[in-house]
Nanobody
């Protein structure tokens, strides 16, 4: 049973930074593309960024130039460095495989951007 554990969220002022981590256990992590998703209050979960097992990255337009996705296969962990945060980035952030979400969703980590 694969477990995903997201961490690193918190309260940050507009313009601030956070680094999220997602650790996967019980799987050959390096075989899969991975992605970060987010769900804002009252909205559906949406893709934020993904990274292939070869390191190719993609970002949705709203975070391009501000967020960076990376992975450490030795640690079975994917990261999301978030800079220049905006109030509209407020959401619960999740990770999963990409393009197909193969594993049960974790609890996510809450990011709140507010002054």
């Amino acid at each position: 049973q694969v477990q995903l554990v997201e961490s690193g969220g918190g309260l940050v002022q507009p313009g601030g930074s956070l680094r999220l981590s997602c650790a996967a256990s019980g799987t050959i992590f390096s075989a899969y593309g991975m992605a970060w998703y987010r769900q804002a209050p009252g909205k559906e979960r949406e893709l934020v960024a993904h990274i292939s097992n070869g390191g190719y990255t993609y970002y949705v337009d709203s975070v391009k130039g501000r967020f960076t996705i990376s992975r450490d296969n030795a640690k079975n962990t994917v990261y999301l460095q978030m800079n220049s945060l905006k109030p509209e980035d407020t959401a619960v952030y999740y990770c999963n495989t990409f393009p197909r979400n193969r594993w049960d969703w974790g609890k996510g980590t809450l990011v709140t951007v507010s002054s």
